[in-house]
T-cell receptor, first 111, second 114 residues
Framework: DAKTTQPPSMDCAEGRAANLPCNHS???????VYWYRQIHSQGPQYIIH???NNETNEMASLIITEDRKSSTLILPHATLRDTAVYYC????????????FGTGTRLTIIP | EPEVTQTPSHQVTQMGQEVILRCVPI?????FYWYRQILGQKVEFLVS????????KSEIFDDQFSVERPDGSNFTLKIRSTKLEDSAMYFC????????????FGDGTRLSIL
């Protein structure tokens, strides 16, 4: 997705925190930052989203910079099952918002 | 936790035949979507559906495609005359509300056109 920029690939050791960056420097005030992932051969899976504040759920934490131009998805204790392609997206709160999947970051968890 | 379910998991069809892919969205969701993913490529939006009508469709969603919510629980995608290039994974998704609520996806139907 041209509206966000992510590294094409990352490795992380099992048990360590995986930190996935995303740049969205032109984000609008009414756009949320969303993260999805796609494990091989499965449907995309929603992870987390946020507008301004940092967010945490049972899967991950989302850290959004104060200027909202970038964010980091944190998987606190990565497991082999977290190996997937991770997608960062900007989603407006208004209108009919289809998801546009870019190339994402391919995260590989190393045993 | 509620899930989006899709059937069948794998559909094999002869070229030119009609195919119907079925989805049961999460029960209180109001917005419904179909996406597809050709092998090795990105997930692509096909169509969105709200209040019993199409909200938006992509260029892929031509006259050969149609969607329906026949009974208040199922959401179907029909391809009238399949082509070889329709071979792909088809994902259904639903959401309670747009924007501030996430879309939840099923595990897809693999459509193979022979």
């Amino acid at each position: 997705d041209a509206k966000t920029t992510q590294p094409p690939s990352m490795d992380c050791a099992e048990g360590r925190a995986a930190n996935l960056p995303c740049n969205h420097s032109t984000i609008s005030g009414n756009e949320y930052v969303y993260w999805y992932r796609q494990i091989h051969s499965q449907g995309p899976q929603y992870i987390i989203h946020g507008l301004k504040n940092n967010e945490t759920n049972e899967m991950a934490s989302l850290i959004i910079t104060e200027d909202r131009k970038s964010s980091t998805l944190i998987l606190p204790h990565a497991t082999l099952r977290d190996t997937a392609v991770y997608y960062c997206m900007r989603i407006s709160n208004f209108g009919n918002e289809k998801l546009t999947f870019g190339t994402g970051t391919r995260l590989t968890i190393i045993p | 936790e509620p899930e989006v379910t899709q059937t069948p998991s794998h559909q094999v069809t002869q070229m030119g035949q009609e195919v119907i892919l079925r989805c049961v969205p999460i029960s209180n969701h109001l917005y419904f979507y179909w996406y597809r993913q050709i092998l090795g490529q990105k997930v692509e939006f096909l169509v969105s559906f709200y209040n019993n009508e199409i909200s938006e469709k992509s260029e892929i969603f031509d006259d050969q495609f149609s969607v329906e919510r026949p009974d208040g629980s199922n959401f179907t995608l029909k391809i009238r005359s399949t082509k070889l290039e329709d071979s792909a994974m088809y994902f259904c998704a639903s959401s309670y509300r747009q924007g501030s609520q996430p879309q939840h996806f099923g595990d897809g139907t693999r459509l193979s056109i022979l």
